[in-house]
């Protein structure tokens, strides 16, 4: 029996995704139920391209438990972050030497500089996992994450030429980012919170009242110091995969939390390398090698994968296949001889 499935997610999911929201109330994935009904929306439209722009497009994943019937992982994918409506914000992080020949004195200081782009990267994001399922052995983490990855390469034409990835610094039991206090409290009056959220819908106000120019982290306090650039325990494994796969930090954090951007070009990652489309035919399948397996459909639930053991015939060839058992092939809906979508796993 198959246990668990990848899928897009529809309405129907709106209490899970709520309470995995709790284990991690990001911008992304936000722990109000008025907001998720709206992600879900996008997602929805996004799935069925009633969303005509694929820029504009959300698409949100669930992984579901289908003996316990609820949602214990999620993922996302934003088509462009970065639009004339909408510009990708950031802060570069660039090193400034000084040296007096007089004191003889030498000091390298870290220097903030405000970005805008309209034109951005595909971003890849959401990534909650229920914490009761993170060290299960079908590696339940790995799969909500790379399901991505093989979802762009299926629509490899309607995302950009370079992903995206946001890490969370460090942060404060309660949430609180001590750049964001050091920095953005001050020249916009809102929390921390406040403002990641308004910046869901409207950036204008960062454009409209951050400093130009540079600061000086030096100036700031050593917890905000601290912070910049920083990957939080939470995500030390996300960096360690995105590292893995090609993806590298790109001198640029989060205007507000200081949270290290990763980025990689798209064709480039590994994930999307491997993944491939391919006849598939049934039968035994000896070995221990598996494969995320996924096809599309024209109705909800839109998109639906399963982990599952593989045999390639042909590996390598333009004419390669795969053998999948029975019972993935019935979950799936495929047919011998049907096309699939295939992402080998690690």
Known sequence: MIRYEIRAATHR???????????????????????????LDVSERSFSASIGDPRRREYVFVLRDLVEQRAVGTSMIIGQLGRRDAPYIYVDVMNEEKYSVTLDKHFIHKVLSIGYSFNGPT?????????ACRRAPERLGMLISYVRFLWIKMHRDEMQSELLAELLPPLESDGTSHLWEA??????????????????????????????????????????????????????GVEKLLRRIGFRYAERVDPFDG?????APTDEVSLVERARQMPVSVGAVPGSKRALVAREHDVAPYFVAVASPITETRAGRADASAVIPAETAEHLGLEPGADAWLLPLE
Do not use: C
């Open 13 to 39: 999911d709106h209490d899970d995704l709520l309470e995995l929201s709790k284990f991690l109330d990001s911008v992304n994935l936000p722990h109000d139920s008025g907001a998720i009904t709206e992600l």
């Open 123 to 131: 971003e890849i994001g959401g990534l909650v996992m229920h914490p």
């Open 183 to 236: 920095v953005g409290r001050h020249f916009t009056g809102l929390s921390y919170r406040e403002a990641d959220r308004l910046s869901k819908k409207n950036k204008e106000f960062i454009r409209g009242l951050w400093p130009e120019g540079d600061i000086y982290a030096s100036l700031l306090s050593p917890q905000a110091q601290d912070t910049i650039g920083k990957v939080g325990p939470q995500t030390k």
């Open 259 to 263: 949270g290290p951007h990763f980025v």
